[in-house]
């Protein structure tokens, strides 16, 4: 059973860069794509973009500026890079992964880090 | 992209059937039949129950059900639990290859 722990720090300054971390356990990186979820305190869901394991990529146009996501093959793991945070930037970020499922064409995330805080504050 | 229009609460009694509707727009949920819903219960993370507007993955209660209708989206929960109580979003494919989230719906067991 294949599980994604997500890591990095839990408080980082303004105008400065997040990068977290998802380690994928129980399973190869490789055959999938892998994605970065956040959630605002008591806010919805925003999907930040996704990372095939061949190293394509796919961003939300409102985040594309400021994120970068990389994968390391390697070490069975996947990044995120976030850059000039502001406050608006704080949420619970999860990193999930994209399969098919049943006869479906497209993929969908079917399996959840845990997710980890992040407050940007000084 | 914005994000896909949810009711922000429903609820119901147990035993009851309760609709949560999901509308988007003709570049996502009303061009493609790619619409998941997720469960979330209070500090988990989400938990997909419906893809492909109707579809349960495996182990997923037939309690619960999905349609489509143009841009509009719903999810059916059947026999209300307590268990059920939870936050709920959409989720669909965009034109543009992203993917868009709903606002999400706070389910409450009266």
């Known amino acids: 059973q294949v599980q994604l722990q997500e890591s990095g720090p839990g408080l980082v300054k303004p105008s400065e860069t997040l990068s977290l971390t998802c380690t994928v356990s129980g399973g190869s990186i490789r055959g999938y794509f892998w994605s970065w979820i956040r959630q605002p305190p008591e806010k919805g869901l925003e999907y930040v973009g996704y990372?095939?394991?061949?190293?394509?990529?796919n961003y939300n146009p409102s985040l594309e500026s400021r994120v970068t996501i990389s994968v390391d093959t390697t070490k069975n793991l996947f990044s995120l890079e976030l850059r000039s945070l502001t406050a608006a930037d704080t949420a619970m970020y999860y990193c999930a992964r994209f399969d098919k499922l049943g006869s479906s064409s497209v993929h969908h995330l079917d399996v959840w880090g845990e997710g980890t805080t992040v407050i940007v504050s000084s | 992209q914005s994000a896909l229009t949810q009711p922000a609460s429903v609820s119901g009694s147990p035993g009851q059937s309760i609709t949560i509707s999901c509308t988007g727009t003709?570049?996502?949920?009303?061009?493609?039949?790619?619409v998941s819903w997720f469960q979330q219960h209070p500090g988990k993370a989400p938990k997909i129950i419906i893809y492909?507007?109707?579809n349960r993955p495996s182990g997923i209660s037939d309690r619960f059900s999905g349609s489509k209708s143009g841009n509009t989206a719903s999810l059916t929960i059947s026999g209300l639990q307590a268990v059920d109580e939870a936050d709920y979003y959409c989720c669909s494919y965009t034109n543009i290859n992203t993917r868009v989230f709903g606002t999400g719906t706070r389910v409450t067991v009266l």
């Open positions: 492909d507007v109707s």
């Open positions: 003709s570049s996502d949920v009303g061009a493609y039949r790619s």
């Open positions: 990372i095939h394991y061949g190293g394509s990529t």
